[in-house]
T-cell receptor, first 112, second 116 residues
């Protein structure tokens, strides 16, 4: 089954404690991206990747890092999380730019 | 600035009634256009997309959308809603076709409530 898998689905942690949210897709997609969803703001892109070792900033990249060492994986790293990063995060992938994106089920992060 | 506007934050419709969700974009060229649906606790699912050609596009679950260049709009419609259509609906544009940034720009969403 074609899918985008995020882990964990839920996480409560404290300010400053590094965390990583993993994202994996099994569709051999080249394009992957991360979004955060906040009430009243819709979804905003954090980072995206056009292919292995190619990443670029989206609209709200501050406080986040990503890596793309393999085609299937695109982890989101919060080196020093802060409460304003409490949000619902979605990973997505697509065959290429402009193509419809497939979304994971989301990761709800709470930073205390 | 480039933007996507969904003017209705909430819409309430009776089951069996018709539905239209509005979406307007502000961009010089014609972007790629999408509608996604998000059910509670789930990710986003693509309903339909417009790239070029016929301006009336059909999607899944009985939805359709019409692209109107003159109005910079891409409104989503369904002739008869079902209780299972209650969800959050997002209009999105991809501006990269016209040299804009990669990735999707989303509207803020419309929450659809279905009355019995």
């Amino acid at each position: 089954e074609a899918q985008v898998t995020q882990n964990p689905r839920y996480l409560i942690t404290v300010t400053g404690k590094k965390l990583t949210v993993t994202c994996s897709q099994n569709m051999n997609h080249e394009y992957m991206s991360w979004y955060r969803q906040d009430p009243g703001l819709g979804l905003r892109q954090i980072y995206y990747s056009m292919n292995v070792e190619v990443t670029d900033k989206g609209d709200v990249p501050e406080g986040y890092k990503v890596s793309r060492k393999e085609k299937r994986n695109f982890p989101l790293i919060l080196e020093s999380p802060s409460p304003n990063q409490t949000s619902l995060y979605f990973c997505a992938s697509s065959q290429g730019r402009n193509q419809p994106q497939h979304f994971g089920d989301g990761t709800r992060l709470s930073i205390l | 600035a480039q933007s996507v506007t969904q003017p209705d934050i909430h819409i309430t419709v009776s089951e069996g009634a018709s539905l239209e969700l509005r979406c307007n974009y502000s961009y010089g060229a014609t972007p790629y256009l999408f509608w996604y649906v998000q059910s509670p606790g789930q990710g986003l699912q693509l309903l339909l997309k417009y790239f070029s050609g016929d301006t009336l596009v059909q999607g899944i679950k009985g939805f359709e959308a019409e692209f109107k260049r003159s109005q910079s709009s891409f409104n989503l419609r369904k002739p008869s809603v079902h209780w299972s259509d209650a969800a959050e609906y997002f209009c999105a544009v991809d501006l990269s076709s016209g040299g804009g940034a990669d990735g999707l720009t989303f509207g803020k969403g419309t929450h659809l409530i279905i009355q019995p």
